[in-house]
C-alpha cells in the first residue's frame, strides 16, 4: 500500500473540487465530505440521505473503532448537502452506485474517482486517506491545535495526529532544506 498525503496546496484543494463538480456532483459531494468532516471513507460511504438531511450535527459509530462521534456539519459543507440531496429519496445511499439501485460506491471506486482526480493535477500520492488528511493538515494550519485534531481523528497521541497529517514531514523538509555549512565570514 503506498503513503498518502494530504493535499497541502489550498488552490489545488480547490481545483480538485472544481473539476469534481463538473465532473461528476456525487464525486464533488464525497470529496467536499471528506475533506469537511475529516472522516474515514468507511464511515463516508455508509451515510444516506436521511442521515444528512436538514442536520446541524451527525452521529456515526465508526466503523474502525466502534466508537460513537458526534461532528457538525460545516456551514459551507451545509449548502453543498443540500444541493445534492434535493429531490433524492431518504433511504437512497449518499454515494450511491450507479450499477446497483441502493448501494453505495466500493471503497475502491472511490479510490479510483480521487485517484483520477489526482492524475489530473499531478498529485500522485492520493488515495481515500488523502481526504482525511487534507482536513487535518488544513485544520492544523488555520488553528494550530494539533491536541484537538488529535481528538477529532481519534488518534491515541499528538505524535501520531502530527505525522499523519504530513506536519512532521514538513518541519523535517524545511529543517533539511535550511541546513547551512557555508562559512559566514565575519566583516571586519
Known sequence: MNTVEPIRDMDLV??????????????????MFGIYTGLRISDILKFRVRDVKDKDAIYIREKKTGKEKRFPVNEELKPIIANYIRGK??????????????????????YNILSEAGKTFGISAIGTHTLRKTFGYHMYQQTHDAVTIKEILNHSDISVTLRYIGINQDNKDKAIKGLTFAKKRSQR
Open 14 to 31: 480547490l481545483d480538485v473540487a472544481d473539476y469534481l463538480k463538473v465532473k461528476n456532483e456525487r464525486d464533488y459531494l464525497l470529496f
Open 89 to 110: 429519496r431518504d433511504y437512497e445511499f449518499l454515494f450511491k452506485s450507479p450499477n446497483f439501485p441502493n448501494k453505495a460506491i466500493s471503497r475502491q471506486q472511490a
